[in-house]
């Protein structure tokens, strides 16, 4: 999980999004399995980035909106 997250960031800032892009999936669905409010939560920094450095603002609008509504009912 968490570290599939770190390996997202590193590529981001490398550049690479594909891999950004798997290894952000790979540590949602990780997470996912014991703490879904937090893989929610986590999609913000991952996903998010991903889909905003690939100009997909309509993804990353939704990703962000999903997280907010985690952390309210938090």
């Known amino acids: 999980g ?3 997250a ?3 960031q590193a590529s981001l800032a490398a550049g690479d999004l594909e ?3 798997q ?8 997470l996912r399995v014991a703490q879904p409010e ?4 986590q999609r913000v920094f991952n ?3 991903v ?7 309509d993804q990353a609008r939704d990703w ?3 997280a907010v509504e985690v952390a309210v009912h938090w």
């Open 2 to 4: 968490l570290a599939n």
């Open 51 to 57: 889909a905003l450095a690939r100009g997909d603002l």
């Open 47 to 49: 996903s998010v980035e």
């Open 23 to 30: 290894a952000s999936e790979a540590a949602w669905l990780g």
């Open 64 to 66: 962000a909106n999903r």
């Open 6 to 8: 770190q390996l997202s």
């Open 38 to 41: 937090m893989a929610d939560a």
């Open 19 to 21: 891999t950004a892009a």
